[in-house]
């Protein structure tokens, strides 16, 4: 099986994390995480769960260059852009159509956009 990754884009001017996602209205956030819950359950029971993650936003990100004679770490993330990744998951389906299919239940769930990529597979010997 093939491996999507589905990430969650995020406006790079709001940032949100853990803490400010605090601020939004109780019953909504408490709706949000309860589907969320029943999508990785669904993902699960179906065997197509592989890993999923929230990530800090850009502003926390180390960029790290070793290409040269002495490694560089540069603060920031290694491009600006209006919108960043901030979550993904990593699932197992047969073909893109149950990937989407799959995504299109997330982006139900998150009330978000949901951006869906195969993963390269190794090459056959």
């Known amino acids: 099986m093939t491996q999507y990754f589905l990430t969650i884009p995020h406006d790079t001017a709001d940032e949100p994390t853990m803490e ?7 019953a909504e956030l408490e709706a949000m995480m309860a589907a969320v819950e029943r999508f990785n359950t669904a993902l699960n029971e179906a065997g197509a769960f592989v890993t999923a993650g929230g990530l800090h936003p850009p502003s926390t990100a180390v960029t790290v260059d070793a290409t040269g004679e002495k490694p560089k770490r540069t603060p920031g993330p290694f491009v600006d852009a209006p919108e960043y990744v901030g979550g993904f998951w990593i699932i197992e389906a047969g ?3 149950a990937a989407l299919t799959w995504a299109e239940q997330c982006s139900a ?16 010997e």
């Open 20 to 26: 400010s996602m605090q601020a939004m209205d109780p």
């Open 95 to 97: 073909d893109e159509e």
């Open 109 to 124: 769930a998150l009330g978000s956009r949901i951006e869906v990529r195969a993963l390269q597979e190794n090459p056959e």
